[in-house]
């Protein structure tokens, strides 16, 4: 859902983001993390840093990026951190979404995610929690947004679950066996598994939980009925 601020630089990453929204005609959502999966990155020799660095890195990539999309167009961007720097740059190609792109953080780190989300986020998404923690989490993000001084509204609250479902017992047993997962396990961890009355009704305490937008997790990406199917018989339930 997001790239790690470990994959790339952020002079880059900022070009090649304003450069795919242009051609998209305004469409991306950027989403960027610290980076988690230590096995990834020595499967691509990709250096792993501290957790403690790692939110560095985010940090001075959100205040570069967004300080290159916002340099005014004849004027230059400088920036020095511990990790990065520029100098006198031109900050091109803008993006064609002002004043840039919508930004999508994420996670559950107590104190430096809530403080960056409130400095950068349009979004704010938690992925695979249980109900209790996603509360928690939505109530820090909350308070650092009022904290900044921003709008309640100006942050949008999403959660990522495991989608697994089907029209009975049988169909959702063969829709996790296809991605090598058991029903009951499935069950436990995501609200998003079950019959499409089983999950709007397990949808339901998310929603007042707090979440405004809901990210579905399709493992078996062969499976396009899957997705047809959660559009004709749960989405309609939820608007």
């Given at each position: 859902?997001?790239?790690?601020?470990?994959?790339?630089?952020?002079?880059?990453?900022?070009?090649?983001?304003?450069q795919?929204?242009?051609?998209?005609?305004?469409?991306?959502e950027?989403g960027?993390?610290?980076?988690?999966?230590?096995?990834?990155?020595?499967?691509?020799a990709?250096?792993?840093p501290?957790l403690?660095?790692r939110?560095d890195?985010?940090?001075?990539?959100?205040?570069?990026?967004?300080?290159l999309?916002?340099?005014?167009?004849?004027?230059?961007?400088?920036?020095?951190?511990t990790?990065y720097?520029?100098s006198?740059?031109?900050?091109?190609?803008?993006?064609?979404?002002?004043?840039?792109?919508?930004?999508i953080?994420?996670?559950?780190?107590?104190?430096?995610?809530?403080?960056?989300t409130?400095?950068?986020?349009?979004?704010?998404?938690?992925?695979?929690?249980?109900?209790?923690?996603?509360?928690?989490?939505?109530?820090?993000?909350?308070?650092?947004?009022?904290?900044?001084g921003?709008?309640?509204?100006?942050l949008?609250?999403?959660?990522a679950?495991?989608?697994?479902?089907?029209?009975?017992?049988?169909?959702?047993?063969?829709?996790?066996?296809?991605?090598?997962r058991?029903?009951?396990?499935?069950?436990?961890?995501?609200?998003a598994?079950?019959?499409?009355?089983e999950?709007?009704d397990?949808?339901?305490?998310?929603?007042?939980?707090?979440?405004?937008?809901?990210?579905?997790?399709?493992l078996?990406?062969?499976?396009l009925?899957?997705?047809?199917?959660?559009?004709?018989?749960?989405?309609p339930?939820l608007?």
């Amino acid at each position: 859902m997001v790239t790690s601020a470990t994959f790339r630089h952020p002079g880059p990453l900022a070009i090649s983001v304003a450069q795919v929204d242009e051609m998209s005609g305004g469409r991306v959502e950027f989403g960027l993390g610290a980076g988690w999966f230590e096995a990834e990155h020595r499967a691509y020799a990709i250096p792993f840093p501290t957790l403690g660095e790692r939110f560095d890195r985010l940090t001075e990539q959100l205040e570069i990026i967004t300080g290159l999309w916002g340099t005014p167009a004849g004027e230059t961007f400088d920036y020095s951190g511990t990790h990065y720097s520029v100098s006198e740059s031109p900050g091109l190609p803008k993006p064609a979404q002002t004043p840039h792109p919508p930004i999508i953080l994420g996670g559950m780190g107590a104190k430096r995610t809530p403080a960056l989300t409130a400095r950068f986020a349009t979004e704010f998404n938690i992925p695979f929690a249980p109900l209790d923690g996603l509360i928690q989490q939505y109530a820090r993000v909350a308070a650092a947004v009022e904290d900044a001084g921003r709008a309640k509204d100006s942050l949008t609250y999403s959660a990522a679950f495991v989608l697994c479902a089907g029209r009975d017992d049988a169909e959702i047993a063969r829709r996790a066996a296809a991605i090598g997962r058991e029903v009951d396990e499935l069950r436990s961890n995501s609200p998003a598994v079950g019959t499409p009355d089983e999950i709007v009704d397990k949808l339901g305490p998310f929603l007042q939980g707090g979440v405004q937008r809901v990210y579905l997790q399709v493992l078996d990406m062969s499976d396009l009925e899957h997705i047809e199917f959660i559009a004709e018989t749960v989405v309609p339930q939820l608007r």
